[in-house]
């Protein structure tokens, strides 16, 4: 980011905010340990005798249905939420891009298939689908169940299956215009490979509409893994994440309100400071915001 996209997006006060909560977020996430030794409490083992405490010194934001601290459930449950996100999102920047470089380059047939491959993924109705593989018992497929680096690759693969859509087409319509322009026509006219071409000379000038797109689809992946896990088929107990700490507080809305509130505000306040920095960094990485401005 030059200068003067670095001050645009300075003056986009509510995408700084936000870059500032997400910080803010994720250094606590990393500092989960730290409080946890602080506190002398094991998130993940439950105390029954101490559930639904309210909010106290030993337990600053009180205890869940089973008696563990609802703090620090939170901040590791910020860990897998938001790991989830950022690597679902790039991942399906990588395929997206990828894909999208392909069509642009190489046209014809194989441009027109990867092109209606994304069409119908664009017309299947995205969220009964993603339940629907969530919901296969990896058992009966040879693989391993209930390990949690398995739980989080399972759902970061199936959110990047049809996450990589608008990556794709977004990467192919620049890719088209950049290749037409006189620097790759002459890199072309010289020899250049495919390749080097790709990589030199179109990949550079995606990487800002790449950049905006994957920031906004950070958000859109966090509420996804929210969704199938308060439904019981994302990240499984006792690993916490924001979706089902909702999940086991769906009953106690009356007799533990704060139970449900906390993870809320934050699947709600992650989800919006990630689309307030994608709308800042849109401004600030196109170049007509400035003649707007002015």
Do not use: C
């Amino acid at each position: 980011m030059n200068g003067r996209a670095w001050q645009r997006f300075r003056g986009h006060h509510a995408a700084v905010a936000s870059v500032f909560l997400l910080a803010l977020i994720a250094a606590a996430a990393l500092a989960a340990p730290l409080v946890a030794a602080a506190l002398g409490h094991d998130p993940f083992m439950p105390d029954l005798f101490k559930r639904y405490e309210p909010a106290s010194a030993a337990h600053p934001l009180g205890t869940d249905e089973l008696g563990r601290d609802l703090l620090l459930r939170l901040l590791y449950g910020a860990r897998v939420s938001l790991a989830v996100g950022l690597v679902a999102a790039l991942v399906s920047a990588i395929i997206g891009t990828a894909v999208g470089l392909a069509a642009a380059w190489f046209g014809g047939a194989l441009d027109a298939a990867l092109m209606r491959l994304a069409d119908g993924l664009l017309a299947l109705p995205s969220l009964p689908l993603l339940i629907v593989l969530a919901a296969v018992d990896p058992a009966r497929l040879g693989l391993p169940r209930g390990a949690m680096w398995f739980d989080l690759a399972r759902i970061v693969l199936i959110i990047a299956v049809f996450g990589w859509v608008k990556v794709a087409r977004l990467a192919r319509a620049s890719a088209l215009s950049i290749l037409r322009r006189d620097y790759a026509r002459a890199a072309v006219a010289l020899g250049a490979s495919g390749g080097r071409v790709l990589w030199r000379h179109v990949a550079p000038n995606l990487a800002a509409h790449v950049t905006v797109a994957s920031t906004q689809t950070v958000g859109a992946v966090i509420l996804l893994e929210s969704v199938l896990s308060f439904l019981g088929l994302g990240i499984q107990p006792p690993l916490p994440s924001w979706g089902n700490m909702l999940a086991g507080a769906q009953e106690l809305v009356f007799a533990a309100p704060m139970a449900a509130v906390w993870p809320g505000m934050m699947i709600f306040a992650t989800v919006v400071a990630t689309n307030f920095i994608g709308d800042g960094l849109a401004d600030a990485l196109d170049p007509r915001a400035e003649m707007v401005r002015a």
